[in-house]
């Protein structure tokens, strides 16, 4: 069966300070990956998705970038956090030979900037 | 741009109402609507998905709308129980490859 893991689960870090948020998929090939942003009260904002190796789509200007050196392995990073990064950041992934149309979330990182 | 919007943000209601709860887009181009469930500080949990040409799906006690033309559907719950106190969270997908949220209706079921 697939799953998808994310880490750390929670994450306190100064401003100014570099971020790298790991997301892995285990049991599929080729899916699709994506970075959500959760603020406070909000829904869920897209940030990034993946459709393969190498290929990063972003949907909103900001602070990070992602990465997918691997096909199982996305990667949210930023060189200078900002107060504003604060939020709870989900991995997603859909496809992988499955149905594209239906995104399998992971359990998301707390990231408080200070 | 895709604009999804739920309806209402909160709900309370005592154990064993049926609800409703409403979600609403801008585009009708639609390929899909997804309705998730989310517990305080955890990932977002599948609940029911509807393509484009289907009207409903239905899953125990849940039962899921959709009227592309106008841009809505809707999740209801059949005999709330306390387990369904939650953040539900609708999304629409344009192309398959992209997914836009709404911001969530928090659901407190009162035993």
């Known amino acids: 069966s697939q799953t998808i893991h994310q880490w750390p689960a929670t994450l306190v870090q100064p401003v100014g300070s570099p971020l790298s948020l790991e997301c892995t998929v285990e049991g599929t090939s080729n899916p699709n990956l994506y970075w959500y942003r959760q603020a406070a009260g909000r829904g869920l904002q897209l940030l990034f998705y993946?459709?393969?190796?190498?290929?990063i789509s972003s949907e909103v200007p900001q602070n990070l970038s992602a990465s997918r050196p691997q096909d199982r392995q996305f990667i949210l990073s930023s060189k200078k956090l900002l107060l504003s990064d604060s939020g709870f950041y989900l991995c997603?992934?859909?496809?992988?030979?499955?149905?594209?149309?239906?995104?399998?979330f992971g359990a998301g990182t707390r990231l408080s900037v200070l | 741009k895709q604009e999804v919007t739920q309806i209402p943000a909160a709900l309370s209601v005592p154990e064993g109402e049926n609800l409703v709860l409403n979600c609403s887009f801008t585009d009708s181009a639609i390929y899909n609507l997804q309705w998730f469930r989310q517990d305080p500080g955890k990932g977002l949990t599948s609940l029911l998905l509807?393509?484009?040409?289907?009207r409903e799906q239905t899953s125990g006690r849940l039962n899921a709308s959709l009227d592309k033309s106008s841009g809505r559907s809707t999740l209801y719950i059949a005999a709330s129980q306390p387990g369904d106190s939650a953040t539900y969270l609708c999304?629409?997908?344009?192309?398959?490859?992209?997914?836009?949220f709404g911001t969530g209706t928090s659901l407190t079921v009162i035993p």
């Open positions: 997603a992934w859909s496809g992988g030979g499955g149905r594209r149309d239906i995104q399998y």
């Open positions: 993946s459709v393969g190796i190498g290929q």
């Open positions: 509807i393509q484009s040409s289907q």
């Open positions: 999304a629409v997908s344009n192309t398959g490859n992209q997914f836009y």
